[in-house]
C-alpha cells in the first residue's frame, strides 16, 4: 500500500486530494496546524485505522525545520504531496506570503532530503501566478510549462495580489533550485492551476471562512455583488477535483518525475458565472448583477491570453469538467454549508 504525506490537510485543494489518494488505495498522514484540525479529518472518516489515515500537527511551516518529525513515519512514506501555502490577499508586508511560502516549500524538501530516504517523489502545488506575466505587451499570449512569471522581490510588495504571485513563483523556483543543486534522491513535480472552482469538501462553520477562490460565487448568491460584478481578473480556471486528480496521478506516473503541469481546464468570467447562476437557480436571480452592473466581470474588449494543457492532458490523461459544472457543484456545497442562504 502506497503511504503518502499530504501538507495542509484541512485546506480546499487537499481536501480533494486526500478523498482521492483514500478512494484509490493510498495510506496518508496529513499535517494540519491544530488539534481540532485533525480531529474534524480523522472524524470524517471514522471507519479507517490509523493505518490507513493519520494526521500530525506542524502549527508552523513558515519555521525552518517544521517538518522534520512529520516526514518520518513507520512504515516509511513513498512520496509526499505539499499543498501548504498561503493564499489571500490581505497581506500588509509581502514577507506575510513570501516567507511561509519559500520556507515552507524548500524545508520540505529539506527534510525529505535528511529525514526520509524512502520518498521517491515530491509533488509540490505551485500556481498560474508563477507562470503568469502580468507585465506581458501581447494579451495574445500563449502560456505553457515554459513560461515564468518575471516578477521582483521590488514589485512583490507593489500590491497584495503582487505579494501571492511573488509568493508562488520564487517558492517555486526555489523548489527546482534545490533540485538543481543538491540532487536529492527523489525528484519533484510541480502543478501550476489557475483560479481553483468547484465544491468545498472540507469542514466550514461558516461562508466567512471560504476559500478565496469560492468567495466570488458566494457573494453571487448571497447578493453582495449585485450592484457590480467583480473584474474577473484571472481568466483561467480548474475544477479542484480534476485538480487534486492531477496531484495524486502526479504521484502514481513515473513519467510525470521532473516537470510542471499548467493544469487549466478553460477560459472563464465572472460574468459567464453570474449567468450559469441565474440559469441553474432561478431563486437567486434577483441578487445577480444585471446590465451594465454585469459589465465589468466580462472578457475585456482586446481579448485575453491564451493556454496549452497539452502535457496535462497527455502525460497525467487529465479530462477536465465544465465551467457550468464546477459552478452548480458549488453553490450546492456552499448551500449545504448555509442552507438559509436561500430563503
Known sequence: MPRVLLTGGSGFIATHVLEILLARGHSVVTTVRSEQKAQAILQSHPEL????LDCIIVKDIGQANAFDKAVVSEPPFDAVVHTASPYHFNAKDAKELLDPAIIGTTG????????APSVNRVVVTSSFAAINNIYAQSKHKVYSEADWCP???EQA????ANAYRASKTFAERAAWDFMEKEKPSFDLTVINPPLVLGPIAHRLASLSALNTSNERIRDFITGASKSRCPPTGNYGYVDVRDLALAHVLAIEKPEAGGKRFFTV???FSNKEIAEIIGQEFPEFR???PTGEALAPGDYPADGVYDFDNSRSREILGLKFRTLK???????????AVEPEIAK
Do not use: A, G
Open 49 to 52: 485505522q490509523k493505518d490507513r
Open 325 to 335: 459544472e464546477s459552478v452548480v457543484d458549488s453553490v450546492h456545497s456552499l448551500l
Open 265 to 267: 481546464s478553460s477560459h
Open 286 to 288: 434577483d441578487r445577480l
Open 151 to 153: 516578477i521582483t522581490e
Open 157 to 160: 510588495n507593489d500590491s497584495p
Open 108 to 115: 520540505i524538501l529539506i527534510s525529505v532530503q535528511k529525514y
